[in-house]
């Protein structure tokens, strides 16, 4: 059974910085791209950043260009999200995915998120 | 502003056929596979249609997907109260490369 956790969310300060982290398992992670999406309370679901299998290739939305990485180990089967220079908009529930082979297809499993809130 | 434009909600009744559009441009649905997603409230996403048209093992036949020029659409037929959710079309835009979503439309049944 494919599983992904997340974990590493919390209350932040505006600037301050964050590192979130996705436990895979049930599946051979390597083979497959993987992607972070945000859903901002009450709001729609956005794409963050994807990577490719060996991590070679990554891939960004704009408003988290320069700030956010996203980064991968896959002999411990985890993906990672480093947020710095957090801001407000930046508050969201944060899905790690499963993509695709890839990178352009099917988010095929999901987390079932982590909070991210920036305050003061 | 979302790059794919969705409709903000959507509604009928039990056993209606509903559709649900996205509209988009030559960068993302014009050139790239579409794909929707059927969001319950307080779960996570969960696909419902991959390239367009395909149904992953699992998703009713009730589900349909087509896609013509730079839009598509979703369509339930033999609508439930279980299909109350929030769906968002998606697919890749080469010119900023990376995945766009829909706004997401939100489905009542009355």
């Known amino acids: 059974e494919v599983q992904l956790v997340e974990s590493g969310g919390g209350l932040v300060q505006p600037g301050g910085s964050l590192r979130l982290s996705c436990a895979a398992s049930?599946?051979?992670?390597?083979?497959?791209?993987m992607s972070w999406v945000r859903q901002a309370p009450g709001k729609g679901l956005e794409w963050v950043a994807n990577?490719?299998?060996?991590?070679?290739?990554?891939y960004y939305v704009d408003s988290v260009k320069g700030r956010f990485t996203i980064s991968r180990d896959n002999a411990k089967n985890s993906l990672h999200l480093q947020m710095n220079s957090l801001r407000v908009e930046d508050t969201a529930r944060y899905y790690c995915?499963?993509?695709?082979?890839?990178?352009?297809?099917?988010?095929?499993?999901w987390g079932q998120g982590t909070l991210v809130t920036v305050s003061s | 502003q979302s790059v794919l434009t969705q409709p903000p909600s959507a509604s009928g009744t039990p056993g209606q056929r509903v559709t649900v559009s996205c509209s988009g441009s030559?960068?993302?649905?014009?050139?790239?596979?579409v794909y929707w997603y059927q969001q319950l409230p307080g779960t996570a996403p969960k696909v419902l249609i991959y390239?367009?048209?395909q149904r992953p093992s699992g998703v009713p036949d009730r589900f349909s997907g087509s896609k013509s020029g730079t839009s598509a659409s979703l369509a339930i037929s033999g609508l439930r109260s279980e299909d109350e959710a929030d769906y968002y079309c998606a697919a890749w835009d080469d010119s900023l490369d990376g995945r766009v979503f829909g706004g997401g439309t939100r489905l009542t049944v009355l």
């Open positions: 995915a499963r993509d695709s082979y890839t990178g352009y297809g099917s988010l095929e499993y």
């Open positions: 030559s960068s993302n649905i014009g050139s790239n596979f």
């Open positions: 049930g599946f051979k992670f390597g083979s497959f791209w």
């Open positions: 390239r367009n048209d």
């Open positions: 990577i490719k299998q060996d991590g070679s290739l990554e």
